[in-house]
């Protein structure tokens, strides 16, 4: 994806185009025009099928501007990848170059799989050296492409499904005003079908199949498409399987409400310890901190496979521990090796990621196991363990002694 020096050299030469972007430091606005230029350069609008290059340390002629290219700005810029505020989170690279004899910064964006991409709710574009917030015809045009470019499941129209099967409410009065800029919401001159195709809730405006992920965040029933898409979940008195059941539930429906009532249970159970004895204040300890059990299951849902297999994500709980089981193991970059690595992540199912993300369950991509981790350490619970297989991710949390 990255381009060799003499290309970039020559971007570097040419005037500013639908192909790069220039800038001389990351001081004033220059944080916010780089993430709207990386949105614009992932919808890639023209189709050029090339990476998009923002330089960082050059003058709007292409002159090197004399920054230092140091650590903290490198990692500056790669953090816009996975801060959330782009969603699908683009594919791009960030590195230090020597270019003209000079270090400059530059991030390569590659055009994404599953435009639209937005920044903060609105979608950019690149109309030759300048960024634009995306016409409803440009909307259009950007997912037509996704159409044909599609690679992941959560993307897939479900044939046998029909618009009727969406919540209309659901989708206007919860998901639309959270994942649209509100300027660009009160633009009237989009169709419900529309404003749902740029969402990636269906398939198009005129083939208004819902997606995957439409049924999964917007559906009446979307266990009737995906049977697996619940979550099981489990009280058990004793350590084992076979021991008495104290509470259960198949839990369906919508994603969000499948959170917000696992989550539920999971508070109603967890018991809380009180101490009186170390000081003028009482100190209440939970057994498990609600924050690890949060992260870990809304993990579970993301990441878990919805394609070829009913199993459900399993949450259960013993006297001694929590075990967070989902379908699919390990995908792409993310190896069983490199299971757990602080900020190492791929997305099975990006669309369905963007909604999360659009619906608050996920704050910033990537750091969800690295804050459970770090929620059972400060509660003095054991260390979080996994085991990864091919077909699924088994967590186990245990309890604080």
Not at 64 to 75: H, K, R
Not at 204 to 225: C, K, N, Q, W
Not at 268 to 294: C, F, K, M, S
Request: aromatic share 6%; glycine share 8%.
């Amino acid at each position: 994806m990255t381009y060799p020096d003499a290309e970039l050299e020559a971007l570097l030469s040419a005037a500013e185009s639908d192909l790069s972007e220039r800038k001389e430091s990351l001081g004033g606005d220059a944080p916010t025009k780089i993430r709207e230029a990386i949105c614009a350069f992932a919808n890639d609008l023209p189709d050029h099928q090339r990476a998009g290059v923002v330089f960082v340390g050059a003058e709007d002629n292409g002159a090197p501007s004399g920054l230092a290219i140091t650590d903290q700005l490198l990692l500056t810029l790669g953090a816009m990848k996975s801060d959330g505020n782009i969603v699908p989170p683009p594919s791009m690279i960030v590195e230090k170059r020597v270019l003209r004899g000079v270090e400059m910064a530059i991030v390569t964006v590659a055009p994404a799989d599953a435009p639209p991409v937005s920044y903060q709710g609105r979608i950019w574009i690149r109309v030759g050296p300048q960024r634009a917030i995306a016409t409803a015809q440009d909307e259009r045009i950007l997912s037509e492409k996704r159409r044909f470019r599609d690679k992941t499941f959560d993307a897939h129209p479900l044939s046998s499904a029909k618009l009727s099967d969406l919540s209309r409410t659901r989708f206007e009065e919860d998901y639309l005003p959270a994942a649209v800029a509100r300027d660009v919401l009160e633009s009237n001159d989009r169709t419900y079908e529309q404003r749902l195709t740029a969402t990636k809730m269906v398939l198009s405006p005129e083939e208004p199949i819902p997606t995957v992920a439409g049924m999964l965040v917007l559906g009446t029933r979307p266990r009737d498409f995906l049977p697996g898409a619940y979550v099981q979940f489990l009280r058990i008195n004793g350590t084992a399987l076979s021991d008495p059941i104290r509470d259960e539930g198949d839990i369906d429906g919508p994603i969000a409400d499948v959170i917000r009532r696992v989550e539920e249970k999971l508070e109603a159970h967890n018991q809380t310890a009180v101490d009186i004895t170390g000081g003028p204040i009482e100190v209440r300890t939970p057994t498990y901190p609600l924050p690890a059990l949060q992260q870990l299951l809304r993990n579970s849902i993301l990441h878990r496979s919805y394609e070829g297999t009913n199993a459900p994500v399993r949450v259960t709980w013993f006297d001694d521990r929590i075990e967070i089981t989902n379908p699919g193991g390990p995908y792409g970059a993310v190896t069983a090796a490199r299971f757990g690595t602080p900020g190492l992540v791929d997305y099975r199912n990006p669309v369905l990621a963007e909604a999360m993300k659009v619906m608050g369950f996920v704050n910033r991509f990537g750091v969800g196991i690295a804050t459970a981790r770090e929620a059972l350490e400060k509660n003095g619970n054991p260390q979080l363990e996994f085991s990864v297989e091919p077909e699924w991710i088994l967590a186990t949390v245990r309890r604080r002694p």
